[in-house]
């Protein structure tokens, strides 16, 4: 099965920016494949940030980001560019694969470990 390594959190002031990568390896990503980033806030269900299929689509996005990030994605990776970050963003950050243009985490089989982004005022 591919893996996904996630990769760029960290620890900054509100306001500024962070880009977060996730990288596959091991097997092949079709063309159909749907990248998503989702977040998981202590004590708080994982939610869904955003998603991009990497051949092509609309990037769609959370209500909660629109605006402030940007989701790219390539063929083995995807970046989050995260801008004007607030402290209500702090939360681990993984990336996933799947094959549906969906926002619900459970169309999503395959998961990255997970980075931690810390966004203090």
């Known amino acids: 099965q591919v893996q996904l390594v996630e990769s760029g959190g960290g620890l900054v002031q509100a306001g500024d920016s962070l880009r977060l990568s996730c990288t596959a390896s091991?097997?092949?990503?079709?063309?159909?494949?749907?990248w998503g980033w989702f977040r998981q806030a202590p004590g708080k269900e994982r939610e869904f940030v955003a998603l991009?299929?990497?051949?092509?689509?609309t990037p769609f996005y959370a209500d909660s980001v629109k605006g402030r990030f940007t989701i790219s994605g390539a063929r083995d990776s995807v970046h989050l560019q995260m801008s004007s970050l607030k402290v209500e963003d702090t939360a681990v950050y993984y990336c996933a694969t799947g094959s549906h243009y969906e926002s619900n985490r459970r169309a999503y089989n395959n998961w990255g470990q997970g980075t931690q982004v810390t966004v203090v005022s």
């Open positions: 991009v299929r990497w051949r092509g689509g």
């Open positions: 091991g097997g092949r990503i079709l063309s159909s494949t749907v």
